[in-house]
Each structure stands twice: as C-alpha cells, then as structure tokens.
C-alpha cells in the first residue's frame, strides 16, 4: 500500500512539472478562414460559435482543413512565451494562427467536422 501511495505521489508530481500540451496530437495547426458566433439557441445549448479552419498537414496534424465547434467545455488558451494564458472565443480571429486538439468522433466529412476540446492561440493578435 505504501509503495502505491508513492506511486502517485510521484505521477501527480511529474504531471504538475509537465505541460499537458507537450505531447498531445495537434488535430490541425493553421488560421481560421471564418469564425461564427453562435446564434442563441446555440448558446443555450453550450455551443460559442464555429471556426472554418484551414491549415496544412504536417507530420505532427492529422487533418488540412476542418468546422470545428466550439462550446463552454472548449478550454481556450494563448500561447505567451512557453506559458498557457487563458483566453476566450472573442479571440479567435481569422488572422490568428492557432492549434486545435479535438474531443470525441470525427465526423469524416471533406471538411472534417469536429468539436474543440483545446484551442492554442500560437500567433498574431
């Protein structure tokens, strides 16, 4: 028993010191060609609005071009020298490079259609 309470003492220690983005598969990496806030009933729905992204795949994305919702449970994030910031949908813009890790089934669509469960704002303003 004791062994095992070292044992995740140590995880939760490593996963503390370690960011959660290091290793996580970036779905796709480029600059939205549309972002839409949702109407209200979307909003009552938990839905913030939708981003036509278009990116290019590289070995570390899986996918070019993806509609991807966004909700409430969307953690929004600007990248600030190696620091995570919060951020929030109002800035997401089309001239804004950033990264989307999606959260459930893919809809294999051409675009892919996807929901965002981590959005990183890489670049711009």
Known sequence: MRLLSR???????????????????VSIRGTPASVSPADEEGKKSGVLGTILMEG?????????KAMV??????RIY???GKDLKEASFDDLKPSVKMEI??????????PVQATAGKIVIIGGR
């Open 69 to 74: 919702k966004v909700t409430k449970a969307t």
């Open 56 to 64: 290019r795949k590289d070995k570390d994305t899986e996918y070019d």
């Open 7 to 25: 044992l995740v003492a140590g995880l939760v220690a490593l996963a503390l010191h370690v960011p959660a983005f290091a290793d996580e598969k």
């Open 78 to 80: 600007r990248l600030v």
């Open 101 to 110: 890790h999606f959260q459930g089934p893919v809809n294999e669509s051409f």
